[in-house]
């Protein structure tokens, strides 16, 4: 009984002063009455109805045929039904959606055509997973970004320190690229406070760590962070326990702490993670094995990719899941942390901390950087990546070279060109 309450009231409240909708309302009932007489009178049950002499006037001073005038009555009914529904959606709309209202057919279809792309997850951090995801989301919405949230520097870091959040720095990015409206969100969350108490820090570091502080857990933010961006895919942490990334150097140091391991100067031997046994979430590890394809990379080698690597059961779950698996080498080496690594050097480290070489697909870029941005890389100790990689690297894994560059005074993948690439790879394994 409240609920059917509840119901009529919702209902009554369309008929409130300044809704805008009642007129169209009054249209569409005409139109399902005009409807209604025109298929009494077609049917001929006119006969049993008083309207019979009334209709039969109207048509017949017309000189109309009287089963025409049942078509002529259906006619109009259903073009004053679309007339009215149409208003009343767009009077609806223009509320909702003020500036996309002529736009809702074209938004609609985009979104049932991405809603149809195939499930791809994307493991790294950094610039280089932020090219790829605003690439990739112009072609499904059924992407996953699985993060690390090792971050011991800056805003995400002393928001770590201090609050004892996780860091939301890479988490932050992700959500930017997947964002519909990329250009607007990413002009306020990567906007960075320049003087007080907020002075380092970013906006949405700061709106990720308020609504943990709402919300009561990491997790729940990011989901809710998400809903309000409206993102084509979601983002997920690949560990919700407070962790720390430690490196054992070539020279037997020990460095803890993804920013001092970043800028090491020393040849890596390994890393590890402090506490070595956390646990990924749940949703990690199924989407992995619901996945289409698992794409690791573009990003920091060993502060961005391999550490997601060295959670518990992530690595298991790559190698186990009927994914396409694909690496995608970096373009230029990193000032302390990759140093004269060529794409060999890259690709072996990779599989050094899966089970084994699940590798289905290699990337490569074979693109030339011109001059003037080699130059400039080269005053900050970073260089193109030698491919030293022979045509086929084992019987399982492809190697492909192409032309995947975007040269902007940065030497970055191409969003376009790169995503473009691995959903032609998708397409063929599908067939």
């Given at each position: ?50 309207i019979k002499d ?297 599989i050094r901390y ?58 970055r993948h191409n ?17």
């Amino acid at each position: 009984m409240e609920k059917s309450d509840h119901h009529l009231k919702s209902l009554l409240k369309w008929f409130y002063p300044g809704m805008r909708v009642k007129r169209f309302l009054l249209i569409v009932l005409l139109g399902i009455i005009l409807m209604a007489v025109g298929l009494i009178y077609l049917i001929d049950l006119s006969r049993f109805l008083w309207i019979k002499d009334q209709i039969k006037n109207l048509f017949l001073s017309y000189q109309i045929a009287p089963h025409l005038s049942g078509f002529i009555l259906i006619i109009l009914g259903s073009l004053l039904i679309i007339i009215g529904i149409a208003n009343i959606n767009r009077s609806i709309l223009k509320r909702i959606i003020p500036k996309q209202v002529n736009q809702v057919p074209e938004i609609i279809y985009q979104q049932r055509k991405l809603e149809k792309g195939p499930h791809i997850v994307v493991i790294g951090g950094g610039t280089g997973l932020y090219t790829l995801l605003r690439g990739l989301k112009q072609y499904s919405s059924n992407i996953t970004a699985v993060v690390t949230v090792f971050d011991s520097g800056g805003s995400s870091g002393q928001l770590r320190d201090e609050l004892g959040v996780l860091p939301p720095g890479d988490i932050r990015n992700c959500l930017v690229a997947l964002s519909t409206e990329e250009l607007l969100m990413k002009k306020l969350f990567q906007y960075r406070f320049s003087n007080g108490s907020l002075q380092g820090h970013s906006f949405g570091n700061l709106f990720i760590t308020a609504m943990s502080e709402v919300s009561g857990d990491f997790t729940k933010a990011v989901e809710k962070s998400s809903e309000i961006l409206a993102i084509r895919g979601r983002v997920l942490p690949s560990t919700i326990d407070n962790v720390t990334l430690c490196a054992q150097l070539k020279d037997k140091q020990l460095i803890k702490g993804e920013r001092n391991i970043s800028q090491s100067k020393e040849v890596i031997e390994s890393i590890f993670i402090q506490p070595a046994s956390v646990l990924p979430l749940p949703e990690t590890i199924q989407t992995l094995g619901e996945a289409e394809a698992i794409i690791l990379g573009p990003g920091s080698l060993y502060t961005s990719i391999i550490c997601n690597l060295l959670v518990k059961n992530i690595p298991e779950a790559i190698c186990q899941s009927k994914a396409i698996k694909i690496y995608i080498c970096n373009v230029m080496t990193q000032p302390g942390e990759t140093d004269n690594y060529t794409t060999s050097m890259h690709l072996k480290e990779v599989i050094r901390y899966l089970p084994y070489n699940c590798l289905d697909y290699v990337l490569i870029n074979n693109q030339k950087l011109s001059k003037a941005v080699a130059d400039k890389y080269k005053e900050e100790g970073a260089y193109i990546v030698r491919d030293d990689l022979p045509r086929e690297f084992d019987n399982r894994t492809k190697i492909i070279r192409q032309e995947l560059l975007s040269e902007h005074n940065f030497a970055r993948h191409n969003s376009e060109k790169l995503a473009k690439l691995i959903m032609d790879i998708i397409h063929k394994e599908k067939k």
